[in-house]
């Protein structure tokens, strides 16, 4: 995968299948409803004689409400049953669900549309934990951030096309009701073809057995995922991005009529620019996390939000026609550009922050409980954007204009970011680390696939310079616990990185004996929980760019704790600004250039019996060769 592009997937049966009828699924969704809020709208009369507004508010919370209820149900018969035949039922219920709107559409029934529409909801209910959970048995850890940013950048492209086809087609004189009837039954049959080619899915937990009360099951599923704090927080982020999304996006219709003076085109053009920039940013992920889980791109993504979130506010004030426009003419007015720009990196950065999110649930929690953690999130989700209606409602309430809704929800996305990433320093180190490796260097890791996923590890690098704990952190795919220098532990500024990293500060013995002891006391309990443990065994940096010798300290690790150990080699730091070289800092700094490169090798794991300081310093050496 690291080879090749993410959409090789599509290619690939283990994906493409899954994708198609997902995709489809939320193509459908989007046809169906898209239609009835237009016919409802445009065409009342002929329909109901219930008020237009109480329908349009109706319809969305009926397609939500399933989401409460069911949300627990799903994610057990996910965890319980085959996904892909579980995904084949689904798509036959929507099949069934279209004919019941098929004759709610032939016969101008209103209540059996409607019904249709709660139907659908449940559609996507029990549809949702499949979705997350099979990725994650298809695909290897460093495909699932490309994976997931297909799937999402498949979701988003899909709720466009159906709203713009839903709108095509039921306006289309005089067939519209019947393509729409006819259209959305054939997208479903289409999708079920699709399930068919979907490969076996073993079930996570077949002897699950199944608590049909939704409350308890609901309280049980979040009490679980809350033990994991990453998992949980992670959760809570997904969920707080759909309530972003739901603020901005139901204030465009309006926001493109009264203050852009567009007709229904203009709300068109705002939907696909924001769809657009979520699938461009989903599918960035890959490019900007070198492949693994990425979470230090959760900030950047949410940074981001804030920023255009503001900046659209602003852009709005600047924006003065006051003429009715069409789409071709609103693009020529003067600000519109900015607008759209800013509505494009508020998806962009959408996608960038909620890809890692998703990929990091899949991997952090246990695979027994997934399909339940994303049923638990998806009510989350339910909940957040039931929230944010009535904040919305509150805003325009106390005489909030659109624009200034935009940037009250982007002042508070950034309160809620800060709060989320003060509980989980975990992101936010990563996401300085992120910005330090792809600022100043362009780290290329090799055979980095051999760090374990799971379970204990102790791993041995050279010590080049003050950066080598923060290019190995931003290189791994997990979290690692750092043995290093109690001096360059307290530095100023990058201490906070190796204390919210929970690094494990060092002293020899001549210095403070009880430090000493207290940190090999410290890494056993690292390795008894399961975690990685990174050690320079040559105690100090290298003044001269050659490997120091390597101490003993490795011997009392794996003497507590066997575990494998993995030699690391950094190449590339030497005379860099942050090592030790004594010639001029700013002569060297411009001599290696911006972005200059460096590498992190990774060699093969050395069983625990066969570990000496000497063969470690040998294998390390070896793995650095020449270049320093």
């Known amino acids: 995968m690291s080879q090749q592009s993410q959409f090789s997937l599509l290619k690939q049966r283990r994906f493409a299948p899954f994708f198609w009828t997902q995709f489809l699924g939320a193509f459908n969704d989007n046809v169906f409803k898209t239609a009835l809020l237009t016919i409802i709208t445009y065409d009342a009369l002929d329909w109901t004689t219930m008020d237009v507004g109480l329908l349009n508010n109706l319809i969305p919370g009926l397609f939500i409400l399933p989401f409460m209820l069911f949300s627990a149900t799903s994610g057990q018969l996910a965890d319980k049953f085959e996904k892909g035949r579980l995904a084949r039922y689904v798509k036959l219920l929507e099949i069934?669900?279209?004919?019941?709107?098929?004759?709610?559409?032939?016969?101008?029934?209103?209540?059996?549309?409607?019904?249709?529409?709660?139907?659908?909801?449940?559609?996507?209910?029990?549809?949702?934990?499949?979705?997350?959970?099979?990725?994650?048995?298809?695909?290897?850890?460093?495909?699932?951030?490309?994976?997931?940013?297909?799937?999402?950048?498949?979701?988003?492209?899909?709720?466009?096309?159906?709203?713009?086809?839903?709108?095509?087609?039921?306006?289309?004189?005089?067939?519209?009701?019947?393509?729409?009837?006819?259209?959305?039954?054939?997208?479903?049959?289409?999708?079920?073809?699709?399930?068919?080619?979907?490969?076996?899915?073993?079930?996570?937990?077949?002897?699950?057995?199944?608590?049909?009360?939704?409350?308890?099951?609901?309280?049980?599923?979040?009490?679980?995922?809350?033990?994991?704090?990453?998992?949980?927080?992670?959760?809570?982020?997904?969920?707080?991005?759909?309530?972003?999304?739901?603020?901005?996006?139901?204030?465009?219709?309006?926001?493109?009529?009264?203050?852009?003076?567009?007709?229904?085109?203009?709300?068109?053009?705002?939907?696909?620019?924001?769809?657009?920039?979520?699938g461009t940013g989903s599918l960035l992920c890959e490019k900007l996390s070198g492949h693994k889980v990425e979470i230090g791109l959760v900030p950047f993504g949410a940074i981001g939000m804030s920023l255009f979130g503001f900046d659209l506010y602003l852009a709005s004030a600047g924006y003065t026609n006051t003429a009715q426009v069409d789409m071709h003419e609103f693009v020529r007015q003067a600000g519109s550009h900015r607008i759209l720009a800013d509505i494009a990196l508020i998806g962009i950065f959408g996608g960038l922050y909620i890809v890692p999110l998703f990929a990091l649930i899949q991997t952090r929690c246990d695979p027994k409980h997934l399909s339940r953690t994303i049923a638990g999130m998806n009510i989350l989700n339910a909940l957040f954007m039931v929230v944010a209606t009535g904040v919305a409602i509150l805003m325009l309430t106390l005489k909030f204009t659109i624009p200034e809704i935009f940037g009250a929800t982007a002042v508070l996305n950034g309160l809620v970011a800060i709060y989320i990433f003060s509980l989980v320093p975990e992101f936010l180190m990563r996401f300085v680390a992120w910005i330090l490796v792809h600022t100043i260097h362009r780290v290329r890791g090799v055979a980095t696939e051999r760090i374990p996923e799971h379970g204990a590890a102790v791993l041995v690098c050279n010590h080049v310079s003050y950066m080598d704990a923060i290019v190995i952190m931003a290189s791994s795919p997990r979290p690692i616990r750092f043995v290093m220098d109690h001096r360059i532990f307290k530095l100023p500024f990058i201490s906070w990185v190796f204390r919210t990293a929970k690094a494990i500060p060092i002293a020899s013995s001549s210095e403070d004996p009880w430090l000493m002891e207290k940190s090999f006391v410290d890494i056993a309990q690292a390795l008894h929980e399961g975690e990685l443990v990174c050690i320079f065994p040559e105690g100090k940096l290298t003044s001269n760019g050659e490997i120091n010798k390597f101490k003993g300290g490795i011997m009392k690790i794996i003497q507590r704790t066997p575990v494998p150990v993995y030699p690391l080699a950094l190449r590339g730091l030497w005379g860099s600004l942050w090592s030790r070289d004594q010639s001029n800092p700013f002569e060297r700094t411009f001599r290696r250039g911006p972005f200059s490169k460096l590498e992190l090798i990774v060699g093969e794991a050395l069983r625990p019996e066969e570990v000496s300081p000497e063969l470690l310093q040998e294998k390390v050496s070896a793995l650095r060769g020449e270049w320093k």
């Not at 709108?167 to 006819?182: D, H």
């Not at 309530?243 to 007709?263: E, R, T």
């Open 96 to 278: 069934g669900i279209m004919l019941i709107a098929g004759a709610g559409w032939m016969t101008h029934t209103l209540w059996l549309l409607v019904a249709a529409v709660a139907g659908m909801g449940i559609h996507s209910t029990l549809f949702g934990p499949v979705k997350y959970a099979y990725l994650p048995q298809h695909l290897k850890t460093d495909e699932l951030i490309g994976g997931n940013g297909v799937i999402e950048m498949g979701t988003f492209v899909g709720i466009l096309l159906g709203e713009v086809l839903g709108v095509m087609l039921v306006k289309s004189e005089p067939w519209g009701i019947q393509l729409v009837a006819g259209g959305t039954l054939g997208i479903a049959v289409l999708g079920w073809l699709c399930s068919l080619r979907i490969p076996l899915s073993p079930a996570a937990e077949p002897d699950l057995k199944m608590n049909w009360n939704p409350v308890t099951e609901t309280i049980r599923n979040i009490g679980f995922s809350s033990k994991n704090r990453p998992v949980f927080l992670s959760q809570l982020g997904n969920s707080w991005f759909w309530f972003y999304g739901a603020i901005v996006l139901a204030q465009f219709p309006v926001y493109a009529k009264n203050y852009l003076h567009g007709n229904h085109n203009v709300f068109i053009l705002l939907l696909m620019v924001f769809s657009f920039g979520v």
